[in-house]
C-alpha cells in the first residue's frame, strides 16, 4: 500500500505542469528526428552524439499520442515511473546483507521514495528526452545481473544481456555502466576462487554475457566509431576534478535546479547524512555494497576521464550513476534510523524537505525557465507577411511552433558562402526577420548582420527570453556580398600575427545600398561603414587577440570603433589556429549621428583583452612603428534628412539660439579637471537655415577675475567645416580638447562657449556653460633620493634621472616594482605613455607595462618645465619565462601614433661617469633606455 502511495506522489509531481514550459532545443532536435521514417533516424546528422533506440521508441509513441508538449513528455514519464518499483525491487533483493530488521523493508521504501521525489527524476521526467528510459535499462541491467551473480539462472542472465544492450542503444554513457559491471564480475571471480567457491559458473556466465552484448551491439558499432570520432564542442570547457565531482554531487543531490536556490545547507546535510549512515552500516559493506560503490564512483571517474578528449560537461550526461548514489542514500538513512529511529526519521524529512524547493524552483523560478520559443513564434506570425523570409540561426525549436505565412529557414553560417545563401533566400523578398539564439555559435563573427548592415536597412528588433530578433528592408536587388575585391597587404603585429588582406567601404544614402555605393568609400552619417580583414597567423601564439577597427578624425579624435574577437572559420581563437589558414573577419563600425562630412582615417589595432596591451606594428627591420595600422580615408557625407535631437544622445541639452546657428547641448567628458590637463567638450550645433556667415567657435575657461587660462578659437570640426557650408536642418557633433596651463591654480572657473565673426573679430555672442573645478597637486622640483641614478634626455621634453627596483631576483609569475624619475624640460602638448619591457638577450619580452605616467593620473600634458615625477610601475613576470639574466628596458612613446621619443643622449650613470657596456643580443637604444641593473629569473 505504502509503495502504490509513493508512484502515487510520483505520478503527480511529474504530471503537474508538464507542459508548461517551452519545447527546447533538445527536445525540439528530438521529435523532429523521431519524426522521420525508422529507416534514417539511426544515420541522421543530427544524431550527433546519440544512438537511436529512444528515437525508434518515440517514433513509435507519437505515432498514437501525437506531438503535443504533453504527449511527448508523457513518454518520459512513463520509464520515470517503471524506475520506482524497480528501486523497491533491487534494494528488496540486497535487503538480506544490508539487514534492515523494521517492518516494511524501510531500505526498499526509502529507495523507491528517494527515487520517486529526486529532483533530477522529477526534472528529467518532462523532458522529452532518453534519460528517464536509460536510468530504467541500466537500473534493470545492474538488478538482473546482482540477482544472476547471486542465485544463477540462465533467465536472469538473458535479462541481463537484453536490459544492457538495450540501454548502449538508448544513452552511450551506459557503457560506463557495463564496464563497472564488467569489474565487479571480474572482482567476484577473484573473491570466489579465493574462496574456493564455485567461481567456474559465475565466470560461464560472465564471458556468455559479454559476448551476447558484443553481438547485440555489432550494427551499432560503426555508426558509434563514427559518431565519436566525428564529435566535438569546442564551446564546451572542462573544469578540474574537484570542480566537476562537487558540481555532479550537486546535480545528483538537487537536480538542475540546484544553481537556483541556497544550495549549501541542504547539501551539507545530506552529506552529513550519507557519512554518519554509511559509518553506522560499514559492518554490512560486503559484496552489495562493493558492487554499489562500483557503480556510482567509476562511470563518473570515466567520464571525466573521456572529458579530456571530448568536452561536453554537464551532470544529466553521467546521471546513469544517479540510481547507486540514491540507493546508497536510501541505506544511509536506512542505518541512522535503524539504531536511532528518532535521528533516522528526522533524517528522512530533512531529506525530502531539501527536494522541495530543488523541484519548486524548477516548477516556478524564471530563471530556469527555458526559452520562450511559443511568444517569438506568435509575434513573427503577426508580423511577416508572405512576402518576407524568417531566417534562424538554431534548427530547433521555432518550426515546432510557428506556422506562419513567411517561409522559414535555419540558416547556417559559412562565412565564405554565406553571402550567396543570403542572396537565394532573400531573393524577390521585402523583409527579413533574423532571429538570435542566445546560445547559438553559428555565427560568432557576426556575418549575417553585417551583410544585412551593409545593403539592408534596419527597421526594428525585439527580444524575448532566448531570443533576439532583428528585421530590415532588403534592397531591390537582393543580392549580397563580402566584398567584391580584397587588397593585399602585409603588416606585421609583433611577429604574432599578421594582417594580410583588406577591404573597406561604405554605403548609400538611401534606405538599401547597391554594389556600386558599398564599393564606393563614403558613408553618411549615421550609417554603419565596414571592413573585411584578412588575417594569418606567424608563429603559435597562447593569447586570445582581439582587433579594433577605428574611425578617426584629422586630430585623432575617436568617432567609432568596432572591437570583435579574432576567430577561424572552427570558431576557434587565435590560439588554437593552424599556421597556413588565412582568416576572415568582418568589421562594421556605426558612424555616429551629427558626424561632420569630411575624410576621416580608418585604422585596425591588435590587442590583448585582458591586459588591453596593443601589439607593436612592425616594419621590416623589425623597428615599432605604433600600435595601428592605417588602411586608408573614408568620406563621411551628410545623411538624407537630419537625424533628430533624440538620437544624438547629447547629455546637456541646450536651446541657444544666434540667428542661423543654435547651440542644442554639449557633452562634457568631466567637470573636475587638473593643471595641464585638457577638457573635453563636444559641442552640438544646429543650421536653422543655410548659414551665410563664417564664424569662429570661440570656447574658454577663465578665472573670477575674467583671466583666460585655456582657450581655442578656430572654425568648427578643426577648420574643415566652415559655417558657411552648413545647410538647413544640418546637425552637427564638434569635437575639442581645450588645453589647460599646468600652471593654472587650483579653485572654480567658468566655461564659456561663443561665437565670433571672422570677418569683424567681433564676439556675436556667448553662452556660459557649467562651471569647473581645477584640482591642483604638490609638485616636487628638487631630485629625490635614488636608488640607480642614470641620465638621458628624450625629445628635448623629458629628462630620465634614474630608477629603483625591487626585488632584482624572481621566479617566473612573480612580480615586480619599479619606480622610474623623470623631470620636465618643458611643458608638453601629447599625453605620452610609459612603456616598460622585461627583455631577454634576444629582445623578447616577458614581462610587460604601459601606461601614462601615475597609473593614468599624472599625464605628462600637465607637467610643468622643472617638475620632478616619481613614477611606480608593478609588472609579472610570465609564468613561462625561463631562468636566467633579463634587461629591463623603458621609454616613452606617443599612443595616437606610436611613435616613441627619441633618446638624444645615451644613459650615463652618474656614479661611474661612463656609458653603459652594451649586451650580448642589444639592438640600437635611439628610442629606448636600457637599465643597467640585470634582473634574475630564477
Known amino acids: 500500500m505504502i509503495i502504490f502511495l509513493v508512484l502515487l506522489c510520483a505520478f503527480a509531481l511529474r504530471l503537474y505542469r508538464l507542459d508548461s514550459q517551452d519545447i527546447w532545443w533538445d527536445e525540439g532536435r528530438n521529435i523532429d528526428v523521431a519524426g522521420r521514417s525508422l529507416a534514417v533516424i539511426a544515420t541522421a546528422k543530427e544524431m550527433d552524439i546519440h544512438p537511436p533506440l529512444y528515437f525508434y521508441t518515440l517514433h513509435l509513441w507519437m505515432l498514437g499520442a501525437g506531438r503535443s508538449e504533453f504527449a511527448v513528455r508523457f513518454l518520459s514519464i512513463f520509464f520515470s515511473l517503471l524506475t520506482i518499483p524497480l528501486f523497491y525491487r533491487f534494494s528488496a533483493a540486497m535487503g538480506t546483507n544490508l539487514k534492515p530488521q523494521i517492518p516494511n523493508h524501510p531500505f526498499s521504501l526509502l529507495a523507491a521514495t528517494v527515487a520517486a521525489f529526486a529532483p533530477f527524476y522529477v526534472s528529467e521526467a518532462q523532458e522529452t528526452r ?145 557519512v554518519l549512515g554509511l559509518v553506522i552500516g560499514l559492518a554490512s559493506l560486503k559484496s552489495q555494497m562493493i558492487w554499489l560503490c562500483l557503480w556510482l564512483a567509476l562511470p563518473i571517474l570515466l567520464y571525466f576521464y573521456v572529458l579530456r578528449d571530448r568536452p561536453f560537461f554537464h551532470p544529466r550526461y553521467i546521471m546513469l550513476a544517479t540510481p547507486p548514489y540514491y540507493l546508497l542514500l536510501a541505506y544511509a538513512v536506512g542505518q541512522i534510523w535503524k539504531r536511532v529511529p528518532v535521528v533516522g526519521l528526522l533524517s528522512a524529512i530533512f531529506l525530502l524537505a531539501a527536494f522541495v524547493p530543488a523541484i519548486q524552483a524548477d516548477y516556478f523560478d524564471p530563471a530556469g525557465f527555458g526559452d520562450d520559443t511559443r511568444g517569438l513564434a506568435h509575434f513573427i506570425e503577426s508580423q511577416a507577411g508572405k512576402n518576407d523570409v524568417i531566417l534562424i540561426d538554431v534548427p530547433y525549436p521555432f518550426d515546432y511552433y510557428y506556422h506562419g505565412l513567411a517561409p522559414a529557414h535555419y540558416l547556417f553560417v559559412d562565412i565564405h558562402t554565406v553571402a550567396q545563401r543570403l542572396t537565394t533566400l532573400c531573393q524577390g523578398r521585402e523583409r527579413v526577420f533574423w532571429i538570435r539564439w542566445h546560445k547559438s555559435d553559428t555565427d560568432p563573427r557576426g556575418a549575417v548582420l553585417f551583410l544585412l548592415d551593409k545593403y539592408g536597412q534596419p ?53 538599401t545600398s547597391n554594389e556600386a555605393e558599398v564599393e564606393a568609400r563614403v558613408v553618411p552619417a549615421g550609417k554603419k561603414m565596414w571592413a573585411v580583414l584578412q588575417w594569418q597567423l606567424q608563429q603559435e601564439v597562447d593569447r586570445n587577440y582581439k582587433v579594433a577597427l577605428f574611425l578617426k578624425d584629422n586630430r585623432g579624435h575617436l568617432i567609432g570603433q568596432d572591437d570583435r574577437q579574432l576567430i577561424n572559420d572552427r570558431h576557434l581563437y587565435t590560439p588554437s589556429w593552424w599556421l597556413d589558414e588565412v582568416v576572415i573577419n568582418v568589421y562594421d563600425p556605426l558612424v555616429p549621428d551629427g558626424t561632420p562630412p569630411g575624410q576621416y582615417t580608418v585604422e585596425v589595432a591588435v590587442y590583448e583583452p585582458e591586459s588591453l596591451a596593443r601589439l607593436d606594428v612592425l616594419d621590416a627591420n623589425g623597428t615599432p612603428q605604433g600600435t595601428a595600422v592605417q588602411l586608408g580615408k573614408i568620406e563621411v557625407s551628410r545623411p538624407l534628412s537630419p537625424p533628430s535631437v533624440a538620437s544624438l544622445g547629447i547629455q546637456h541639452e541646450l536651446t541657444a539660439g544666434w540667428g542661423e546657428v543654435r547651440l542644442l547641448g554639449y557633452d562634457l567628458a568631466s567637470e573636475t579637471v587638473t593643471p595641464g590637463a585638457a577638457v573635453s567638450l563636444d559641442l552640438y550645433w544646429q543650421a536653422l537655415a543655410d548659414v551665410q556667415e563664417d564664424y569662429f567657435v570661440l570656447i574658454r575657461v577663465r578665472d573670477q577675475a575674467g583671466q583666460v587660462w585655456g582657450q581655442v578659437k578656430e572654425r568648427p570640426v578643426a577648420s574643415t567645416y566652415p559655417t558657411t557650408l552648413w545647410q538647413e536642418g544640418e546637425v552637427l557633433r564638434d569635437r575639442y580638447e581645450l588645453p589647460l596651463s599646468a600652471e593654472t591654480p587650483a579653485g572654480q572657473y567658468q566655461l564659456t562657449v561663443g561665437l565670433v565673426d571672422t570677418a569683424t573679430e567681433s564676439l556675436v555672442c556667448e553662452i556660459a556653460l557649467p562651471s569647473l573645478t581645477i584640482e591642483g597637486r604638490s609638485r616636487v622640483f628638487q631630485v629625490l633620493q635614488i636608488q640607480h641614478q642614470l641620465s638621458a634626455n628624450l625629445g628635448d621634453q623629458v629628462e630620465f634621472l634614474g630608477y629603483d627596483l625591487t626585488p632584482d631576483e624572481v621566479r617566473a609569475g612573480e612580480a615586480m616594482h619599479l619606480t622610474l624619475y623623470w623631470r620636465a624640460l618643458d611643458e608638453m602638448e601629447v599625453s605620452y605613455t610609459v612603456f616598460v619591457h622585461l627583455l631577454d638577450k634576444e629582445n623578447r619580452i616577458w614581462g610587460q607595462r604601459d601606461s601614462v605616467p601615475g597609473n593614468g593620473t599624472l599625464p605628462t600634458t600637465r607637467w610643468v618645465e622643472g617638475e620632478v615625477i616619481a613614477d611606480e610601475y608593478e609588472f609579472t613576470v610570465k609564468t613561462d619565462a625561463p631562468p636566467g639574466e633579463y634587461l629591463i628596458e623603458v621609454g616613452l612613446y606617443d599612443a595616437q601614433t606610436g611613435q616613441r621619443l627619441p633618446v638624444l643622449s645615451p644613459a650615463l650613470s652618474e656614479v661611474e661617469g661612463k656609458a653603459e657596456e652594451p649586451v650580448p643580443g642589444d639592438v640600437a637604444q635611439e628610442d629606448r633606455i636600457l637599465l643597467n641593473e640585470a634582473v634574475v629569473v630564477k
Open 459 to 511: 527597421l526594428g528588433q525585439a527580444s524575448f527570453r532566448g531570443y533576439e530578433v532583428l528585421w530590415y528592408q532588403l534592397p531591390p536587388h537582393g543580392t549580397f556580398s563580402l566584398t567584391s575585391e580584397v587588397n593585399p597587404i602585409d603588416v606585421d603585429f609583433a611577429d604574432q600575427i599578421s594582417l594580410v588582406g583588406y577591404a573597406y567601404g561604405g554605403r548609400g544614402a538611401g534606405a
Open 130 to 274: 532518453m534519460y528517464t528510459m536509460a536510468i530504467f535499462l541500466t537500473t534493470a541491467s545492474a538488478y538482473f545481473l546482482y540477482r544472476a551473480w547471486r542465485k544463477g539462472g540462465w533467465l536472469l542472465w538473458i535479462g541481463y544481456v537484453l536490459t544492457s544492450a538495450l540501454s548502449i542503444y538508448t544513452h552511450y554513457s551506459a557503457g560506463f555502466i557495463l564496464i563497472a559491471e564488467n569489474a565487479f564480475l571480474g572482482l567476484m571471480v577473484l573473491v570466489t576462487v579465493w574462496r574456493q567457491g564455485k567461481w567456474l559458473k559465475i565466470l560461464r556466465g560472465w564471458v556468455l554475457s559479454q559476448l551476447g552484448i558484443a553481438l547485440l551491439y555489432v550494427p551499432q558499432m560503426r555508426i558509434t566509431l563514427r559518431q565519436y570520432v566525428a564529435y566535438e564542442n569546442p564551446t564546451m570547457g572542462v573544469p578540474d576534478l574537484p570542480s566537476f565531482l562537487l558540481e555532479v554531487w550537486q546535480g545528483f543531490s538537487l537536480g538542475p535546479a540546484a544553481e537556483l536556490i541556497q544550495a549549501t545547507p541542504f547539501l551539507a546535510g545530506i552529506a552529513l547524512i550519507l
